[in-house]
């Protein structure tokens, strides 16, 4: 047979005797783990022979189907503190900002003011993601795909998750970036540290290469709390 390569991950492969095609959309610096696992998990299982009808498996293969999605793995939508968290204003000294919170249904409002200027970002809970018109303090790095196809490259997508009930993280991906932004919100009874990315994250660890920010939280009243 014979394949197609591309950047980080990205590979067709054709096995005309095996009547087989196969399409792998990866981000993945190490992209031999794709190779890897399709010779493993795929090419090593073929048969000539038709498969016997197996209900159970079938079933399993459509569960994992519909449950696929590029949220966040793991954690929860709410948190028992965020009537607490949401309710204050956070302030930080380097950079001059100030940040508020307000929780709406299954939405995240993040009202961020710099310079007296204040930009609403919708962030999506529950594996949704929401369109927003730019990216949330960081400016989108120019790729190939921007760069060529004329992707919009100010709008981003944002969906987050509590990783407990004093941790709250968000990840942003855009058509034009190869790869997404990942913050980390960890709030306490004196304030917020926000770690912001200083770049696009493609595969490894998250949270590999941030900037913390730190703020002071002040200002409880029921005007910013959720229902």
């Known amino acids: 047979g014979y394949r197609m390569d591309g950047g980080w991950g990205q590979y067709a492969i054709i096995l005309p005797e095996q009547n087989l095609t196969a399409v792998i959309l990866s981000d993945m610096p190490d992209s031999t783990f794709a190779l890897k696992a399709f010779e493993d998990e795929i090419f090593s299982k073929l048969s000539s022979e038709p498969l016997a009808e197996n209900s159970a498996a079938y079933a399993e293969l459509h569960a994992l ?7 966040p793995k793991g954690g929860q939508s709410r948190s028992s503190m965020q ?4 309710g204050r204003n956070y302030r930080f000294a380097d950079p001059g900002m100030s940040l ?3 929780f709406d249904n299954n ?3 993040l009202s961020l003011t710099v310079n007296g200027q204040t930009d609403v970002f919708r962030c999506g809970l529950g594996g949704a993601w929401l369109l927003n018109a730019r990216h949330f303090l960081v400016k989108l790095e120019r790729s190939v795909d921007n760069g060529v196809y004329c992707l919009n490259e100010n709008e981003c997508f ?3 998750v509590w990783r407990d009930d004093n941790v709250f993280e968000m990840d942003g991906k855009s058509l034009g970036a190869t790869g997404e932004y990942l913050y980390r919100f960890i709030f306490t009874t004196d304030g917020l540290t926000l ?11 998250h949270l590999q290469e941030t900037i913390d920010l730190i ?7 029921d005007e910013h709390r959720p229902s």
């Open 107 to 109: 939405m995240l409002r």
């Open 158 to 160: 944002l969906t987050g």
């Open 215 to 221: 703020a002071e939280g002040s200002g409880s009243t």
């Open 100 to 102: 508020r919170f307000t």
């Open 65 to 71: 189907e519909t449950g696929m999605t590029l949220a």
């Open 195 to 205: 770690s912001c990315p200083r770049c696009v994250c493609r595969g490894g660890s």
């Open 83 to 86: 009537r607490e968290w949401f």
